[in-house]
């Protein structure tokens, strides 16, 4: 169904360049330049150019962006997004693109997210249709009840997702996005009508560290808000890196922001492991995500998670009842072991209601 992956003698560049379709989050400016607003870098881009993401570019004063392939497409528990409020225990097709609008030294994906500015990663692109990509979903049967756009930067590739998402919308599946967060109102506004959930990297509460990733920190917090004002469904993550953003004040910061969106947004606080350019601090502990989970509780939280330690961190990979604390949903690392959330989305000891998409 999906054919192979592109090769040849030409720069990967001059490849995707041709998987593309014009963009629509664009905005004409004078003399053949555009604005582009599908991230929150808000790139003006001049004709022959391309955006910090690498993979937007203005050909002859329009904007073009990726359409038609993946370089990544899998099919994976709903808690590996992670979305531990939605539909616990299904799985969800994943699929993503190529490049990102940020540059993390840690990222996991480095190898298509940073293909056209890293020589040494090489992620290609296979050639696929929207409707191919939702008949897959189908063929893997009744748990997969979703698609969501990751692995890279979804919002550099909005116009492919919103694509895909109106054939899986027409097919009865709910979507997703997986993003860092770096959005604009315009982005957002564009992928609600057929968009249920979203997921925020929010990657540390202060500027000059968010610089040095490649975004602003004011940005994503707006992002976040505008999400949430939107209706979302919103989950939000934070990679607790020892000695970059690991303090008790900052974790303190992160919870009371994310408490002023909602006390029902639920928080991740996962694990940081050496990957890519960040070789130098030490892999994350369970006592650390432990206490950033304690934390987030303490500032008035109703649901945080520590994640990417499946066992060692146990108390904080369940869902519990905020009103009465029993467990509602048990887990191990990604999987569900038992879920007593009830089809009305209630606890069933206290009735309370428990934020989410349950059904």
Excluded at 276 to 291: D, F, G, K, Q, V
Excluded at 327 to 345: A, P
């Amino acid at each position: 169904m999906i054919r192979k992956p592109i090769t040849g003698d030409e720069a990967l560049s001059s490849v995707i360049d041709l998987l593309v379709k014009e963009a629509v989050l664009v905005e004409p400016l004078a003399d053949g330049g555009v604005r582009c607003v599908a991230c929150g870098h808000e790139c003006r881009i001049k004709p022959g150019a391309r955006g910090i993401c690498q993979v937007r570019f203005n050909n002859s004063g329009k904007l073009y962006a990726p359409w038609g392939y993946v370089s990544a497409l899998n099919c994976d528990p709903i808690e590996k997004k992670p979305f531990n409020h939605v539909l616990p225990g299904t799985d969800v097709l994943t699929f993503g693109m190529l490049g990102c609008d940020m540059h993390c030294a840690y990222c996991q994906n480095w190898n298509i997210s940073q293909v056209l500015r890293d020589s040494e990663a090489g992620g290609e692109p296979q050639q696929v249709t929207p409707q191919q990509i939702v008949a897959l979903a189908g063929q893997y049967g009744a748990r997969t009840r979703s698609v969501a756009s990751s692995y890279n930067e979804p919002l550099i590739t909005t116009e492919w997702a919103v694509d895909v998402f109106r054939q899986a919308k027409a097919a009865g599946l709910m979507c997703m996005y997986v993003s860092n967060g770096n959005a604009t109102r315009e982005a957002l506004e564009y992928i609600r009508p057929f968009t249920d959930a979203y997921k925020i990297d929010l990657k540390t509460m202060r500027d000059v560290n968010y610089r040095a990733l490649g975004a602003v920190l004011d940005r994503v917090l707006d992002s976040a808000r505008t999400a949430h004002a939107l209706g979302f469904w919103l989950e939000i993550v934070t990679l607790v890196v020892p000695g970059f953003n690991d303090s008790n004040d900052e974790l303190r910061d992160a919870a009371q922001f994310i408490k002023s969106l909602s006390p029902d947004v639920p928080w991740h606080v996962t694990a940081f492991h050496q990957d890519y350019r960040m070789r130098e601090p030490a892999n994350t502990s369970a006592r650390m995500l432990i206490r950033a989970a304690e934390i987030g509780y303490a500032e008035g939280l109703r649901y945080v998670y520590a994640g990417n330690l499946p066992g060692r961190a146990a108390a904080y990979e369940n869902t519990r009842c905020p009103g009465c604390g029993t467990t509602l949903v048990e887990r191990h690392g990604f999987r569900v072991r038992s879920n007593r959330i009830t089809s009305t989305g209630r606890c069933p000891d206290c009735q309370t209601a428990i934020a989410g998409i349950w059904m």
